[in-house]
């Protein structure tokens, strides 16, 4: 009976912490999932940027400032002040002016092309395992010459 008591107890045991892994492993996923979304919705808010206005919103902004996104009630907007997202995520781009070579090419030197910016936008959040950092690249142009 003793015996029996003592297996009965380590199964228990060996099930619980097969839950609280399972649960904790959830938790690491669900804000991976959510990173990826917030990161993907930062490209996009990029974008509507550049459709509203690329000259008085790309061009006015510096390639040495890192800028924050904000929902004003209808449109997107940038911000210097970091806002956490949900309390946890936190969200920010910074753009790099862009060079063209003799060939038209985009190179590391070369002649400034002020209708294209590289776009870097990160999502940053800490957990259990502590803090993950994702980070996307794109290029965004004055594809409508505004």
Known sequence: MLVGAAVLSVSLLGISYFFQTTLRASGVTQSAI???YLLE???EATKIFRDMSYTNNFMKMSTTTTYYFAWNGTNWATTTTNTLID???ERKFTLTDVKRDLNNDIATTGTYDP????VTVSVAWSGSLGTTTRTIQTY?????NN
């Open 41 to 43: 919705e930062g490209v």
């Open 34 to 36: 959510q990173g990826d």
């Open 140 to 144: 965004v142009t004055n594809i409508f």
């Open 115 to 118: 209708d294209i910016k590289l």
């Open 87 to 89: 309390g946890k995520f």
